[in-house]
Nanobody, 115 residues
Framework: QVQVVESGGGLVQAGGSLRLSCAAS????????MLWYRQAPEKQREFVAA???????NYGDSVKGRFTISRNGAQNTVYLQMNSLKPEDTAVYYC?????????WGQGTQVTVSS
């Protein structure tokens, strides 16, 4: 079992920055990748970014060049640095840990970008 907890959300003005954190605990050695998704009101959940255990990263088209995913050396905490934020980035951001055929989700953290 893996537990995932997000933090770092909040209210920011357009053009500002936020850094989200995702802490995984439990059987972290089973994790192959950690991902960020987001869901805005009345919209489908959208892929934001991913980082594999080997360090390979991938980004959704809407955040490329503005967001950066990284992790600490122990691989149990992943960060999402969000720069040049836009009102359309407003959403609940969810962290997902994937490995051994299982998905583990956090509760989400709200990010609100005001214009």
């Amino acid at each position: 079992q893996v537990q995932v907890v997000e933090s770092g959300g909040g209210l920011v003005q357009a053009g500002g920055s936020l850094r989200l954190s995702c802490a995984a605990s439990g059987n972290i050695f089973s994790i192959n990748a950690m991902l960020w998704y987001r869901q805005a009101p009345e919209k489908q959940r959208e892929f934001v970014a991913a980082i594999t255990s080997g360090g390979t990263t991938n980004y959704g088209d809407s955040v490329k060049g503005r967001f950066t995913i990284s992790r600490n050396g122990a691989q149990n905490t992943v960060y999402l640095q969000m720069n040049s934020l836009k009102p359309e980035d407003t959403a609940v951001y969810y962290c997902n840990a994937y490995g051994s055929g299982a998905d583990y989700w956090g509760q989400g953290t709200q990010v609100t970008v005001s214009s």
